[in-house]
């Protein structure tokens, strides 16, 4: 029971930030207040010439308030936001772009919510056969949540190409590279599911640090260069025998419907041997890789 309190306390403690509109101004608004300010001023200073007390009770004010409202001024351009902190605080996130302001004892930190494109750097790692495979990815993401990007990991960039690496490795062991059979999803024949397996992997890694993955996609995919020489003869072998099994399963079909046919069309009868000569002679000649040279029988059909 004590660990289980302290396991809950731990993460309340843990507890993730989570972005809120911050509390700020319009610039320009606050520009209209600088003007009239900085009128006010020079009023101040064109009656000091016939009244010292009242000129400087004009313009010391509006100077002191000029550069406190000067100082609270900042620009955010499109899907850009800031930050904004109170002695450390953080207060909320500003995501309206132009002129804006702020109290001048609050502090901001802005942050890119654009779309990102990362290439991976390629990684060699080993397949669901044990197979050492090169392997890259391009992955397209953004920052959806700047509270948890700026103070729930030190460095969200740094944590997302982490991240990127970790779960290619992981998707990378859960597939073979290829699969003759078509019976497995592969790395190479599933492009697709692979990619969509990789997103899913990577959005489960970086949610935390408030960033969404919009596409994962492989770029590179090949044997490691160790064996890639091996594994080309082995699928160039699968291959011949593949297309072997389908020239033999042909031939058989083609025998099997010429005996049928001279059966029933009483052409020739045969029996047991001169059937067995006949479907090897005709077996040789579907099957073989090379032109056969027809030899005729000038006698009778046992001669």
């Known amino acids: 029971m004590a660990i289980q309190m302290q396991a809950t306390t731990d993460l309340k403690a843990l507890r993730l930030s989570q972005e809120r509109p911050?509390?700020?101004?319009?610039?320009?608004?606050?520009?209209?207040?600088?003007?009239?300010?900085?009128?006010?001023?020079?009023?101040?200073?064109?009656?000091a010439t016939e009244n010292i007390a009242l000129g400087g009770a004009m313009v010391v004010p509006s100077v002191i308030l000029f550069i406190f409202v000067s100082v609270g001024f900042y620009f955010l351009q499109p899907n850009q936001a800031a930050a904004i902190l109170l002695f450390g605080d953080y207060r909320g996130t500003d995501r309206t772009s132009g002129l804006r302001w702020r109290w001048p004892w609050l502090t901001r930190t802005k942050i890119s919510t654009r779309i990102h494109n990362i290439t991976s750097a390629r990684l060699k790692v080993?397949?669901?056969?044990?197979?050492?495979?090169?392997?890259?990815?391009?992955?397209?993401?953004?920052?959806t949540d700047t509270a948890q990007a700026l103070y729930d990991v030190d460095n969200y960039q740094e944590f997302i190409d982490i991240q990127i690496e970790s779960a290619i490795r992981a998707?990378?062991?859960?597939?073979?590279?290829?699969?003759?059979?078509?019976?497995?999803?592969?790395?190479r024949g599933d492009a697709e599911v692979v990619g969509e397996g990789l997103e899913a992997e990577l959005q489960e890694r970086v949610a935390r640090a408030g960033i969404t993955i919009d596409e994962a996609r492989l770029m590179h995919?090949?044997?490691?260069?160790?064996?890639?020489?091996?594994?080309?003869?082995?699928?160039?072998?699968?291959?011949?025998?593949?297309?072997?099994?389908?020239?033999?399963?042909?031939?058989?079909?083609?025998?099997?419907?010429?005996?049928?046919?001279?059966?029933?069309?009483?052409?020739?009868?045969?029996d047991d041997e001169r059937r067995a000569a006949m479907v090897s002679n005709l077996m040789v000649v579907l099957c073989s890789e090379r032109d056969t040279q027809p030899v005729v029988n000038a006698g009778s059909l046992y001669q």
């Open 22 to 47: 911050a509390h700020t101004f319009s610039g320009y608004i606050m520009l209209l207040v600088l003007l009239a300010l900085f009128a006010l001023a020079a009023v101040g200073v064109a009656t």
């Open 126 to 143: 080993n397949d669901l056969r044990g197979n050492p495979i090169e392997i890259a990815a391009n992955v397209v993401w953004r920052v």
């Open 171 to 187: 998707i990378a062991g859960k597939y073979p590279y290829d699969d003759v059979e078509h019976q497995e999803i592969t790395l």
């Open 221 to 270: 995919l090949a044997y490691a260069q160790e064996i890639a020489q091996a594994m080309l003869r082995r699928q160039q072998a699968e291959a011949v025998i593949a297309v072997r099994s389908k020239l033999v399963q042909g031939a058989v079909g083609m025998v099997e419907m010429a005996l049928q046919m001279l059966s029933e069309k009483d052409v020739v009868e045969l």
